[in-house]
T-cell receptor, first 113, second 111 residues
């Protein structure tokens, strides 16, 4: 069974631009969560989608948004990029809400210059 | 507010010896705890977990201990191997709704 895939793997953007990251969960998994990983901050939860609905949201500004499609694929959008948005963005999928087993993709490394 | 903390950013251990990674948490509502291992350029992979109703869980060379009164958990790796060199994250959850991660500990096992 294929794992969680994320595209693109690397991205360089300029401050003020916007970016869209994509995540395809494991087949049959309906929950997708997004995390931001930065040095010294660990993994910070952004939001989780289940059946196309946002279920949980972390403490991030409104510039960070997401959505989930009917095939469970998810996108994350960051508008008006800031230098501090440079990070590794990870998505994780779960078969269902409440499951403790989540599987991570390799991440998208975003660099904002 | 960091609800899960890993106060040691790095740890070096000789091959064959024991590695002990520590994690503290503040929320007594957490009912499940997990350890993930992360290699560079890869996403975290699940290593071992423990429910709050237990105080120990063992899987091969890996053992997780939970001390609820101290709000502390630890991961023991015995014996440590060079392939164990990675960043280890502890995570906590209540009812599986959301996961809170620590900042990670980079383990280096010296051959």
């Amino acid at each position: 069974k294929a794992g969680v895939t994320q595209t693109p793997r690397y991205l360089i953007k300029t401050r003020g631009q916007q970016v869209t990251l994509s995540c395809s969960p494991i087949s049959g998994h309906r929950s997708v969560s997004w995390y931001q990983q930065t040095p010294g901050q660990g993994l910070q939860f952004l939001f989780e989608y289940f059946s196309e609905t946002q279920r949980n949201k972390g403490n991030f500004p409104g510039r960070f948004s997401g959505r989930q499609f009917s095939n469970s694929r998810s996108e994350m959008n960051v508008s008006t990029l800031e230098l501090g948005d440079s990070a590794l963005y990870l998505c994780a999928s779960r078969r269902k809400e409440g499951s403790y087993e989540q599987y991570f993709g390799p991440g998208t490394r975003l660099t904002v210059t | 507010d960091q609800q899960v903390k890993q106060n040691s950013p790095s740890l070096s251990v000789q091959e064959g010896r024991i590695s002990i990674l520590n994690c503290d948490y503040t929320n007594s509502m957490f009912d499940y705890f997990l350890w993930y291992k992360k290699y560079p350029a890869e996403g975290p992979t699940f290593l071992i977990s423990i429910s709050s109703i237990k105080d120990k869980n063992e899987d091969g060379r890996f053992t997780v201990f939970l001390n609820k009164s101290a709000k502390h958990l630890s991961l023991h790796i015995v014996p440590s191997q060079p392939g164990d060199s990675a960043v280890y994250f502890c995570a906590a959850s209540f009812t599986g709704n959301q996961f809170y991660f620590g900042t990670g500990t980079s383990l280096t096992v010296i051959p």
